[in-house]
């Protein structure tokens, strides 16, 4: 009897300690994937690389990004390394002109890095002379091969713009401003259904589509360079709009 006590007792011990050897290489085994799985990327655009790609590649790759973006799948990234590789220089592939709305992170919503896009904003995405001359910057001069301007629903500026906000009545003149450039964008647009107001959602994704396109126009006439360097096939100036519910990227 005390033999089999003895016995019953070694048993557990030598069953213990093998479960803990066993728990020890899971745990290993795991946190090595872990390691693995979060290893980021080094790379950073180069001026090679930007030169050899076409303006159709660049939207091309950017409707990946945006899939990964929409599936929860952003390239991990290496930011220390990439910022002290940006150092050497910047060579991005766009420029993107975006509404100022902190809801659309623009990187983000492409699955990009630093170095790889230029981003300018303004409420309602719509262009201006300085928006204009550092788009020039960006192509002209720093090599970049498309233009997007990327309106997105629920844009608070073309529902002011809609409603017909009376911004000059309080103090502010350059947001009035701002709201007519935009009204524009309304003509022509007469709501199968519902009221004109910015409650009718169907005519404002109309507005904010349309916003985006006049953008692209008025930019073509105000830089006779970049319109130029268009009609050559060196760059592209497109319209996009964002959906905020699904984070897809729509190009027009």
């Not at 799948?73 to 592939?93: C, E, F, K, V, W």
């Not at 309602?124 to 997007?148: C, H, L, P, R, Y």
């Not at 709501?191 to 904010?208: D, F, K, L, Q």
């Not at 396109?213 to 996009?240: N, Q, Y």
């Amino acid at each position: 009897m005390k033999n089999s006590v003895k016995y019953l007792g070694i048993l557990a011990v030598a069953l213990s300690v093998t479960a803990c050897v066993t728990d020890k290489k899971t745990d290993a085994s795991a946190s090595n994937i872990e390691v693995v799985s979060q290893t980021p990327i080094r790379s950073i655009l180069t001026a090679e690389e930007q030169l050899k790609m076409s303006p159709d590649e660049i939207i091309g790759r950017l409707k990946k990004g945006n899939e990964n973006f929409v599936s929860n799948n952003l390239t991990q990234r290496d930011h220390s390394s990439q910022r002290r590789l940006a150092m050497i220089g910047q060579y991005p592939q766009a420029i993107v002109l975006s509404c100022v709305d902190s809801r659309v992170p623009v990187e983000d919503v492409f699955d990009l890095g630093i170095g790889d896009v230029f981003v300018a904003r303004v409420a309602g995405n719509i262009e201006n002379k300085d928006i204009v001359g550092s788009m020039e910057f960006a192509t002209a001069v720093a090599g970049s091969k498309v233009v997007i301007v990327m309106g997105h629903t629920s844009c608070g500026a073309v529902k002011h713009a809609i409603d017909n906000t009376d911004a000059a009545a309080m103090d502010m003149i350059a947001l009035q401003n701002l709201l007519d450039e935009i009204k524009p964008s309304m003509a022509n647009i007469v709501p199968e259904t519902g009221e004109i107001s910015s409650g009718n959602v169907r005519y404002m994704n109309e507005v904010i589509h349309n916003n985006a396109l006049k953008t692209v126009l008025d930019i073509r006439t105000a830089s006779p360079k970049m319109a130029s360097l268009e009609k050559e096939g060196k760059i592209k100036i497109v319209a996009a709009v964002y959906n905020m519910a699904t984070g897809k990227v729509d190009f027009i």
